[in-house]
C-alpha cells in the first residue's frame, strides 16, 4: 500500500508563503503524476496543482497561478508545494495525491493514493 506524507503546513499572514513537502512510499513514484487539492472549510476537495510524471509538465488551477509553484524530486520521492502572496482564501486542508499513471488530470477521482492533509491557515 502506498503512503503519502504531507508537511509544511501551519499559520501565516496574508502576503506570507509556505512551502508544503509530501514524500511518496511508492517505488514508481518517478512515473505518477502527482496533484496537489485542497479542500476549505465547508466546500469541496478542489484542485490545486499537478505535475507530469511522462514530461514534468506542470498544471494550475486558475486561482493559485502566479502565486503557486509545484516541484518533484524523484530521488527523493518528494513533490513540493511552494505558496507564494498567500490571501486568506487559500486556507483549507491540503492533500497530496498520486496516480498509477503518469498524466495529469485536474479530477479527484481519477488519484489512487492520498495523504492525511496538512492544515494551512492565512490570516487577514
Known amino acids: 500500500q502506498v503512503q503519502l506524507v504531507e508537511s509544511g503546513g501551519g499559520l501565516v499572514q496574508a502576503g506570507g508563503s509556505l512551502r508544503l513537502s509530501c514524500v511518496s512510499s511508492?517505488?514508481?513514484?518517478?512515473?505518477?503524476?502527482m496533484g496537489w487539492f485542497r479542500q476549505p472549510p465547508g466546500k469541496e476537495r478542489e484542485f490545486v496543482a499537478a505535475?507530469?510524471?511522462?514530461?514534468?509538465?506542470?498544471y494550475y488551477a486558475d486561482s493559485v497561478k502566479g502565486r503557486f509553484t509545484i516541484s518533484r524530486d524523484n530521488a527523493k520521492n518528494m513533490v513540493y508545494l511552494q505558496m507564494n502572496s498567500l490571501k486568506p482564501g487559500d486556507t483549507a486542508v491540503y492533500y497530496c495525491?498520486?496516480?498509477?499513471?503518469?498524466?495529469?488530470?485536474?479530477?479527484?477521482?481519477?488519484?489512487?493514493?492520498w495523504g492525511q492533509g496538512t492544515q494551512v491557515t492565512v490570516s487577514s
Open positions: 511508492a517505488p514508481t513514484f518517478s512515473g505518477s503524476a
Open positions: 495525491a498520486q496516480r498509477a499513471s503518469a498524466y495529469t488530470t485536474n479530477q479527484p477521482w481519477a488519484y489512487d493514493y
Open positions: 505535475v507530469s510524471g511522462a514530461d514534468g509538465s506542470k
